[in-house]
């Protein structure tokens, strides 16, 4: 049965980098050139994705060098996702392994042994590309955000192992991380040449607008997900869990999951103006207008990648892609 999927209204029209098929060329060169993504089928299969146009909608304003940086990463981060969809999200021992050797890769200090994994051998590039140059400031919050979504992918194994999770909020402690929303708000900032001070960063007002943004785009991707991880068996989906704990249709599971969307969109709403009336000065200003334009491009570039995307049909496109070695 075909259920019609609840529009969704942010409030905000997002714009696309005229970069975006360059990008697409560069990345998938960078893919295959470091063994994540080989044979001519598997990288069709990725291509169709469209990540690249998933990093020119929410960097809109990247160009040249900064957008093919959050293209990469988008790249890595996805095939990264995919090798947890097979028996690998249920073996604890086998996250635990690949989770150290990333890990260790962002939060050393010292020289590492070259991983031995081709995830961690494009990571050892990635890493360096993204943080030279960059901030103390800056790259430590990265770290301590992709360290976040790393960790969450061993709670989620976790979870698979235990079976549904015991509620809603529950699974969205884990997904919030899992979505990668944090890290990937702090590569839209470093492409655009935006390093926002620990000062504005830090308040309580910036921080609910990420946490706002976060649930947004999990919702959001559970709802447009559903009916594809219905169909494979998943359980961690917002849309699918309220259909398990309340008896619910999928149609009404959506609907409801799209009513917290909006909720969501006027508390934003709501605190972006009231961080917007504290401004006093012109350089904070310029500061928090850029960085609230970030997130708010991030949260609709994703929601409208998301619409156009071959990853989320019920079709062999919408395939995961896995990398051995």
Request: aromatic share 8%.
């Amino acid at each position: 049965m075909h259920v019609v999927t609840p529009r969704i209204d942010l409030r905000h029209v997002a714009g696309i980098s005229p970069d975006v098929e360059a990008t697409r060329a560069h990345t998938l060169h960078w893919l295959a050139f470091h063994g994540l993504i080989v044979q001519p089928e598997a990288l069709r299969t990725y291509d169709e994705s469209r990540f690249d146009r998933l990093s020119a909608r929410m960097c809109p304003n990247s160009r040249g060098a900064g957008l093919d940086l959050v293209s990469d990463w988008m790249g890595w981060l996805f095939v990264f996702d995919d090798q947890f969809d097979g028996p690998m999200g249920r073996d604890l021992d086998a996250t635990r392994s690949l989770l150290d050797e990333v890990l260790s890769v962002i939060q050393s200090t010292a020289p590492q042994r070259y991983p031995s994994s081709r995830l961690g051998a494009a990571l050892v590039e990635l890493w360096g590309r993204t943080t030279s140059g960059a901030s103390a400031s800056w790259k430590a919050r990265f770290t301590q955000d992709l360290a976040g979504y790393f960790e969450a992918y061993y709670q989620e194994a976790r979870e698979r192992t235990q079976g549904w999770p015991v509620d809603i909020e529950t699974y969205l402690r884990t997904r919030r991380l899992s979505i990668g929303v944090l890290p990937s708000l702090d590569l839209c900032e470093r492409s655009e040449g935006l390093d926002v001070p620990p000062a504005v960063h830090g308040t309580e007002d910036m921080t609910t607008l990420r946490s706002l943004c976060t649930d947004v785009v999990v919702m959001v991707n559970d709802i447009y997900s559903a009916p594809k991880e219905a169909a494979s068996g998943q359980m961690h989906n917002m849309v699918l869990l309220q259909m398990h704990h309340e008896g619910c249709a999928q149609a009404a599971a959506m609907d409801w999951v799209a009513g917290e969307v909006a909720k969501r969109v006027e508390t934003f709403a709501a605190v972006e103006r009231r961080i917007r009336q504290g401004v006093q000065s012109i350089e904070t200003w310029s500061v928090i207008d850029r960085d609230i334009a970030a997130i708010k491009n991030l949260m609709q570039g994703t929601t409208d990648w998301t619409l156009e995307t071959a990853r989320y049909s019920q079709t062999a496109q919408g395939a995961r892609v896995r990398v051995t070695g």
